[in-house]
């Protein structure tokens, strides 16, 4: 059998994976029924994990799924370090492209939200939204209480439009894990996918995995890359001569996690914006932990750590956070003497990295088999162009707001069948990507 097989991920140093421990692999093995491997086991891989497994449900359709997360737990990266807002208006010069998409995602999100326990598990708060900006004091008071404005602010529920929701993406990753397990998903944890095997018709075949120092094969008739922002290294070392080439630009963003000293209320679970007072991004958010998340500005500029390890925060922006913290996290007068630390305490802080590209819009996308390879395949004699080879990466700062419309939509074209929405603007071209 013809093949390729890629080399090892970059960067394999720093996964302390070494060639000359493993032992030979055994010969690709033969499918008994149909199998998808998903790398990657944030919100975008467990969306769309979630997705397969509820329509072979439905359809009483035999196939395996299988997540491959090289963390020891779901959500490790950035799908579980975001604010967690649920919308579908976008600002961004391409925002009108990316609209169908996140209503289609916000959609599925609302019908989830109708199911008993969902709203608890992640603190689902429905348009709970508050933008401050300059003006005369007006709507101050339906501010949440952890919160202390200028009287010369005015608040602006229309930031994200409406309708919009609120969750906590921890509590979010929990319940995809938990579904996706109750619908047989397998989900492998602490393993990474190192290369892949094509046919002779440039179709995906097999996947490798190492696992505590031990390669083995996954055969799989589909293989979707949703690994965030090492998709791109990821998907150059499964398939080093693809005419795809697939571009990030890793944004950073660094956090603090404070403890709120104030009851955990409807009202307190609530996202405030402060763009328009500082002049660039800085959102607070009280979730119904009984935490407060603080993030600033972006870092587009950001290195990129080994595959699964989390980037470190800039001591400078966490220090400049602390400060923007101090100054709009409310204090009473018989609370100031006690410090500001005291009174908020600060349970963690990191940097989250998202998956950004050139352009604002995603790629979710199979790989034509005339691309995915430099050798010639007799895909135009079958009449076929399907590699099984799968993205879904690139959505920047919208990874769980947009998660579970591109897990459907990329389900529905693995399963072939007629799209949702208009999947154009997501599809892979020629060249860079």
Request: charged share 20%; hydrophobic share 35%.
């Amino acid at each position: 059998m013809a093949g390729i097989c890629a080399a090892t991920v970059k960067d394999q140093a720093a996964m302390q994976l070494d060639d000359s421990a493993f032992p030979a692999t055994e010969n690709t093995p033969v499918l008994d029924v149909d199998t998808v491997v998903i790398v990657g086991g944030g919100s975008l891989g467990l969306s769309t994990a979630y997705n397969l497994a509820l329509e072979a449900q439905a359809s009483q359709q035999m196939r395996r799924v299988i997540v491959v997360e090289i963390q020891d737990h779901t959500f490790g990266a950035a799908s579980g370090q975001n604010t967690g807002c649920l919308h579908h208006e976008f600002r961004e010069k391409e925002g009108h492209i990316l609209e169908p998409l996140g209503k289609y995602s916000f959609d599925l999100w609302q019908d989830i939200a109708k199911k008993d326990g969902f709203r608890a598990a992640v603190g689902y708060r429905a348009h709970n939204f508050f933008e401050v900006n300059p003006g005369s004091g007006q709507g101050l008071d339906e501010l949440p209480d952890w919160f202390s404005p200028d009287t010369s602010w005015d608040t602006d529920q229309r930031v994200l439009a409406s309708p919009s929701a609120m969750v906590n993406p921890i509590g979010i990753g929990k319940w995809l894990t938990s579904e996706c397990i109750r619908l047989g998903v397998e989900i492998r944890l602490g393993t990474a996918a190192v290369s892949a095997t094509l046919s002779q018709d440039n179709e995906i075949r097999s996947v490798e995995v190492v696992t505590n120092s031990t390669r083995s094969l996954l055969g799989c008739s589909s293989l979707v890359l949703a690994a965030g922002p090492w998709t791109p290294d990821l998907y150059q070392a499964m398939f080093p001569y693809s005419r795809i080439k697939l571009e990030g630009v890793p944004i950073g963003g660094d956090w603090i996690l404070f403890k709120n000293p104030y009851p955990v209320t409807e009202k307190s679970n609530a996202f405030v914006a402060l763009d328009g007072i500082i002049g660039e991004k800085l959102e607070f958010t009280g979730r119904d932990d009984g935490t407060i998340w603080l993030i600033g500005r972006k870092d587009n500029n950001a290195a990129l750590p080994a595959p699964g390890a989390n980037a470190s925060a800039s001591d400078v922006m966490i220090e400049e956070l602390k400060g923007r913290a101090e100054r709009y996290l409310r204090s009473t007068p018989s609370e100031m003497g006690k410090g500001f630390i005291k009174i908020y305490p600060l349970l963690s802080t990191g940097r989250g990295i998202r998956p950004g590209r050139q352009s604002l819009l995603p790629i979710i996308s199979e790989v034509p088999t005339a691309h995915i390879s430099n050798l010639s395949s007799s895909a135009s004699s079958t009449g076929s162009d399907s590699s099984g080879v799968f993205i879904n990466w690139g959505h920047g700062s919208y990874g769980l707001t947009l998660g579970m419309g591109s897990g459907k939509l990329l389900s529905e074209m693995i399963n072939k069948q007629k799209h949702s929405i208009n999947p154009t603007p997501f599809l892979l071209r020629p060249g860079s990507n």
